[in-house]
């Protein structure tokens, strides 16, 4: 399944923004407040009502808040068309209190008839069935809650896969509980592996395991032998040799490894009879996807993640360059706010470009630099080009003793030397 086209009607910033996705990958990216998030929010709030109507049929999903209408405005409505087997749409409403909705009443039906798709599949096949994954993973995934203990057990279902999939994100404490779970089982049918009459659901190593152990390892290779121990109740991974618990790893990997784990686990009950289950199909929404990650792995991300899940729609948003670079241009969403109204266009170039131009020409930095150092090259550049070379030669030298070497300066002690050449 994949979606479309998203319309935004007063929605925050968004007075009337259609917007034609990729089936494969879009990447938004603007200043802070241009729009990422609303978008992602959007897409959320709409796949709500297909995950949870698969769930049960007469189930709600996320509403439009009345703060998400657009100031001066009455109504907000977003609009979502989907492709499965043929295409289906459905669209939401929400009016201010007090104002009447009549013309943009909610139309549910799409999302509805598909989940009901859905359901007969589950139950024509007792369970056994791939469904499509929806997932949200906003900004605050960082805050990271790895439990001590657990207190009850929980069972993990086909429908499981949804749960929480597109209001909480990544949560480290159903990451662990689900981790322990599976591997008690793959323990248990480590005992039968050499025996004959071995057990009908007997499966080692455990088949949804291996999916998240994989995917782990394709986005964190210096990181294995990810598992829990039980007294103290824990869980450890081995760091280029040496054995640490998840706790003493840093915001960046805690907040990756509960990313790609719990979409990997998410993808693996979501895929029982797939024989992988990271090829499952599914709907991945991510917001600042290089939260928290050092340069090295803002650059891999895109590229894993198509690799890693090759039959999932990335929904992204960055403000990192080091993203934006591993990015074809058809695939950026520039997002902007003009005369107060949200914008989106593409851009022209960006895949391998360097973080420089990224920065300047598509995120709409003037200059990289400190103003100003920027500030005193513009003026010596301008100095040499009147002639002064005295007082050029002064900035030169200044700037020499702040930043040291650079390409710039050497620029420009060249067009000085030749000036003096020729004024000789």
Known sequence: MRVSELKLI?????????IELDERLNVFVGMNGAGKSSILDACAIMLSWLANRTRSASASGRPITESDISNGTSVSTIEIVC???????????????GHSRKAHASILIGATIQAKRYQTLISEYEGQVNVPLFVYYPVNRAVIDIPLRIRSKHQFDLLDAYDGALTSGASFRTFFEWFRDREDLENENRRYQHELNKPEDYAFPDPQLEAVRHALTSFMPDFKNLTVRRRPLRMEVEKQGQRLTVNQLSDGEKCLMAMVGDLARRLAIANPA???PLEGDGIILIDEIDLHLHPKWQRILIPRMLEVFPNCQLLVSTHSPHVITQVQPEHLHLLSMVDGELEVAHATESYGKSVDRILEDIMGLETTRPDNVHDQLQKLHKIIQKGDLETAQLILDSLSKEIGSDPELVKASVLIKRKELIGK
């Open 10 to 18: 007063n929605f925050r910033g968004a007075k009337s923004l259609p």
């Open 83 to 97: 492709k499965d087997q043929s295409y289906f749409a459905w669209s939401l409403a929400k009016a201010r209190s």
């Open 274 to 276: 797939r024989e992988n």
